[in-house]
């Protein structure tokens, strides 16, 4: 299904560079856009195949104005691009176009509320100001920096991604291209950094556009499916203002977060109401259809709070690990009804001799799809202090916490049973 007055002759799934200009023969209103994309795929039915330049693939994207009567898709940009200058929220990556603090915002921002990114976006400009500066960090103060935000793998591919820039590249990538060749930047991310910081015409397509998008074009199917996704990644093109990308892509975005909502979408103060199918039909959270959500997997675990002094004693995850690599966290074992049965799995799990006594306390806590029932236990540890081949333990005051990669659950442990700590 397309928009009314939209006609595909080919949307790229992948980001590239643009330009535009009248079609030959056709009605004047015709505008081509072009963008040059990478894609090494077959040829799907209904796509433009033209010239090829440094390798990559034109295809077109025809966009009927005169089917639109009086608006155009020109027009369409500057709604939105008014909209946006007068109800943006003042956000600190917003401040500066500087390609760095764009992309660690770009990445925080990956599955993470806005509000509880501000914080941490901050914090880690101040620790780390410069890409130069993250390269040269040692990873357990980069995963330190970032504990609590959650998905570490992003701090994992972001410091990696720094050495590369720091020691392989000669300077920040600025094109979509190049950001892609980097660790944890996706097309996304890709396009996002680079028509921000950098003015590239390349459309954006998170999850805030795919269903403003859908709605423009009233698409029921998954966003996911490759059809699908050419056809919302040529919308989102229709949009696109060529001479400020950046700030047209934000406005896509910021449009997505606080106006084409989930749910309770505010349609009279969108600046694309006139043109969306969704709303004309009156069932605007009819789309996209809803996404399938992975099963809940939940765990019963016991947990143990070991004291010394004043410090604890935490146990830092493999690196191989699938979840929370290289994280400090509280020892735990899967529970058990005995008490000297899960004694046993600790000293299993850690070496030396534990001794267990049972609280009253139970900590609820998420970790992506795995919802974790987690029941605290005061320990003993003996046995010399010693540790299982392999594992690295440490005491841990709560004024050197900073210095770790702590879990977030220790933080909710600690506050609901240690008053001391």
Same mark, same amino acid.
Request: glycine letters at 8%; hydrophobic letters at 40%.
């Given at each position: 299904?397309?928009?009314?007055?939209?006609?595909?002759?080919?949307? %790229?799934?992948?980001?590239?560079?643009?330009?535009?200009? #009248?079609? #030959?023969?056709?009605?004047?209103?015709?505008?081509?856009?072009?963008? $040059?994309?990478?894609?090494?795929?077959?040829?799907?039915?209904?796509?433009? #195949?033209?010239?090829?330049?440094?390798?990559?693939?034109?295809?077109?994207?025809?966009?009927?104005?005169?089917?639109?009567?009086?608006?155009?898709?020109?027009?369409?940009?500057?709604?939105?691009?008014?909209?946006?200058?007068?109800?943006?929220?003042?956000?600190?990556?917003? !401040?500066?176009?500087?390609?760095?603090?764009?992309?660690?915002?770009?990445?925080?921002?990956?599955?993470?509320?806005?509000?509880?990114?501000?914080? $941490?976006?901050?914090?880690?400009?101040?620790?780390?100001?410069?890409? !130069?500066?993250?390269?040269?960090?040692?990873?357990?103060?980069?995963?330190?920096?970032?504990?609590?935000?959650? $998905?570490?793998?992003?701090?994992?591919?972001?410091?990696?991604?720094?050495?590369?820039?720091?020691?392989?590249?000669?300077?920040?990538?600025?094109?979509?291209?190049?950001?892609?060749?980097?660790?944890?930047?996706?097309?996304?991310?890709?396009?996002?950094?680079?028509?921000?910081?950098?003015? !590239?015409?390349?459309?954006?397509?998170?999850?805030?556009?795919?269903?403003?998008?859908?709605?423009?074009?009233?698409?029921?199917?998954?966003?996911?499916?490759?059809?699908?996704?050419?056809?919302?990644?040529?919308?989102?093109?229709?949009?696109?203002?060529?001479?400020?990308?950046?700030?047209?892509?934000?406005?896509?975005?910021?449009?997505?977060?606080?106006i084409c909502r989930p749910k309770r979408p505010v349609c009279d103060e969108?600046?694309?109401?006139?043109?969306?199918?969704?709303?004309?039909?009156?069932?605007?959270?009819?789309? %996209?259809?809803?996404?399938?959500?992975?099963?809940?997997?939940?765990?019963?675990?016991?947990?143990?709070?070991?004291?010394?002094?004043?410090?604890?004693?935490?146990?830092?995850?493999?690196?191989?690990?699938?979840?929370?690599?290289?994280?400090?966290?509280?020892?735990?074992?899967?529970?058990?009804?005995?008490?000297?049965?899960?004694?046993?799995?600790?000293?299993?799990?850690?070496?030396?001799?534990?001794?267990?006594?049972?609280?009253?306390?139970?900590?609820?806590?998420?970790?992506?799809?795995?919802?974790?029932?987690?029941?605290?236990?005061?320990?003993?540890?003996?046995?010399?202090?010693?540790?299982?081949?392999?594992?690295?333990?440490?005491?841990?005051?709560?004024?050197?916490?900073? !210095?770790?990669?702590?879990?977030?659950?220790?933080?909710?442990?600690?506050?609901?049973?240690?008053?001391?700590?």
């Amino acid at each position: 299904m397309c928009a009314r007055g939209v006609s595909w002759l080919a949307s %790229p799934s992948v980001t590239g560079s643009e330009s535009y200009h #009248r079609t #030959r023969g056709g009605p004047e209103s015709m505008v081509r856009r072009v963008f $040059y994309s990478g894609v090494d795929r077959p040829n799907p039915v209904g796509r433009s #195949r033209g010239q090829t330049r440094d390798g990559y693939e034109a295809v077109e994207l025809l966009v009927n104005d005169a089917a639109r009567g009086s608006r155009s898709a020109m027009d369409e940009s500057e709604k939105l691009l008014r909209w946006f200058e007068s109800q943006k929220r003042l956000l600190p990556w917003r !401040e500066s176009r500087e390609p760095y603090g764009v992309w660690v915002s770009e990445i925080m921002l990956q599955q993470t509320q806005v509000q509880t990114v501000i914080p $941490y976006y901050l914090s880690f400009l101040r620790q780390f100001p410069t890409v !130069e500066d993250l390269a040269a960090a040692p990873l357990e103060q980069v995963l330190a920096a970032w504990s609590g935000l959650g $998905y570490y793998r992003r701090a994992r591919q972001m410091h990696s991604a720094a050495k590369m820039i720091a020691e392989s590249l000669d300077g920040f990538p600025s094109s979509s291209r190049e950001l892609e060749r980097l660790p944890g930047v996706g097309p996304y991310t890709a396009a996002a950094v680079a028509s921000i910081a950098f003015g !590239e015409v390349v459309p954006v397509l998170d999850g805030n556009v795919e269903r403003v998008m859908a709605r423009r074009l009233a698409l029921a199917e998954d966003p996911k499916q490759s059809a699908v996704r050419k056809a919302l990644f040529g919308a989102a093109a229709s949009v696109l203002d060529s001479e400020q990308p950046g700030e047209s892509n934000q406005a896509l975005m910021e449009l997505g977060a606080t106006i084409c909502r989930p749910k309770r979408p505010v349609c009279d103060e969108c600046p694309l109401k006139q043109d969306c199918l969704a709303q004309q039909q009156g069932n605007p959270e009819s789309f %996209p259809a809803p996404r399938r959500r992975r099963t809940i997997e939940r765990f019963e675990l016991a947990v143990a709070v070991v004291r010394r002094d004043s410090s604890i004693l935490l146990f830092r995850r493999p690196e191989e690990s699938a979840l929370m690599a290289g994280m400090w966290e509280l020892p735990n074992v899967p529970l058990s009804r005995s008490v000297e049965v899960m004694a046993g799995a600790f000293e299993g799990k850690y070496g030396g001799c534990w001794k267990l006594e049972l609280t009253d306390t139970i900590i609820n806590h998420r970790i992506t799809y795995r919802a974790l029932r987690l029941h605290v236990h005061l320990g003993e540890f003996k046995a010399g202090h010693s540790v299982a081949e392999g594992l690295e333990a440490a005491w841990i005051s709560r004024e050197e916490q900073v !210095e770790y990669a702590v879990s977030s659950a220790v933080g909710k442990i600690v506050a609901s049973c240690c008053s001391w700590y």
